[in-house]
């Protein structure tokens, strides 16, 4: 079966960085639409950043500037690099899959397959 597995979260000061990772197996995520959603307490999982099966990508506007995903064909690794994390990026990070080159309206009901998560803290 298609597995997704993050990595790369963990705790960081304001103003630092980090690069998720989201490793497939079972799936070639380079004929796939991706993407990055998160979800803090107490809220809805909101989409971070898409790209689809040709490169294009899109962010919330909350993030554009600051973060970058990106896919590593050869090692069918999904990325995403945050830069500049504010307190209000703290959530649980997920990526997403779809056997679709493009979705139009990429809300988390449109995703099939899904990573555990990966949690992302940010201090003041």
């Known amino acids: 079966g298609v597995q997704l597995v993050e990595s790369g979260g963990g705790s960081v000061q304001a103003g630092g960085s980090l690069r998720l990772s989201c490793e497939a197996s079972?799936?070639?995520?380079?004929?796939?639409?991706m993407g990055w959603f998160r979800q803090a307490p107490g809220k809805e999982r909101e989409g971070v950043a898409t790209?689809?099966?040709?490169?294009?990508?899109s962010y919330a506007d909350s993030v554009k500037g600051r973060f970058t995903v990106s896919l590593d064909n050869a090692q069918n690794t999904l990325y995403l690099q945050m830069n500049n994390l504010k307190p209000e990026d703290s959530a649980v990070y997920y990526c997403?899959?779809?056997?679709?080159?493009?979705?139009?309206?990429?809300?988390?009901?449109?995703?099939?397959?899904w990573g555990q998560g990966t949690r992302v803290t940010v201090s003041s």
């Open positions: 997403a899959a779809d056997y679709r080159s493009y979705i139009s309206s990429p809300s988390p009901a449109e995703f099939a397959y």
């Open positions: 079972g799936y070639t995520l380079s004929s796939a639409y």
């Open positions: 790209i689809d099966s040709v490169g294009s990508t």
